[in-house]
C-alpha cells in the first residue's frame, strides 16, 4: 500500500498534475493566477475575484492582467450578476482594447441583452461584432443569436 502511494506520488509531476513542490509558493505570478483561475475553474466565483483582485495590486502591469480583468466579469455573469458583469466586460473593453478576449466580451455582452429580452441592442451588437471580428471563434453563434432575436422580436 505504501509503495504504490509513493509511487504515485512520484509520477504526478510526469503526468502534468498538480505537484505541492517549490513552483507552487504563494508570491509568484504564475502560482497566484493558478490560484485565482482555479477557484474560477471550480465555481468559487466570489473567492475568484477576490484572488484576481490581489493578483492585479501585487502584479502591476503585466501582461495578465487583461485575462484577470475578463474573468472577473466573468465570475460576476456566472454569479448572475448582470449589471455588474456589463460594466466590467464594458471595462475590460475600454481598457484592453487589442486583447484577443474582446469578440467573447462582446458576446457575453449580447447573451445577457438577449436574456434581457432586448432584441434589437442584441442584434445591433451582434451585428457590429461580426462587422469588426468576422474570423472570431464565436461568430458562427452571434449569427445565430441574430437570428433568434430577429424571430423574438416579431
Known sequence: MV?????????LPLLGLPSFGPDQDSGSEAGDYQVAYGLFRDGQYQLAIDEFSCFV??????ARRADVA???AECLLNMGREAAAIQSFEAFTKAYPRS???PDAHFRDGEILYRQRKYDSTIRLFTEVLERHPQAELAGEEAYWIGESCCKKE
Open 3 to 11: 509503495g504504490t502511494l509513493l509511487r504515485v506520488l512520484l509520477l
Open 57 to 62: 495590486q501585487s502584479y502591476p502591469g503585466r
Open 70 to 72: 475578463y474573468l472577473g
Open 100 to 102: 484577443v478576449l474582446i
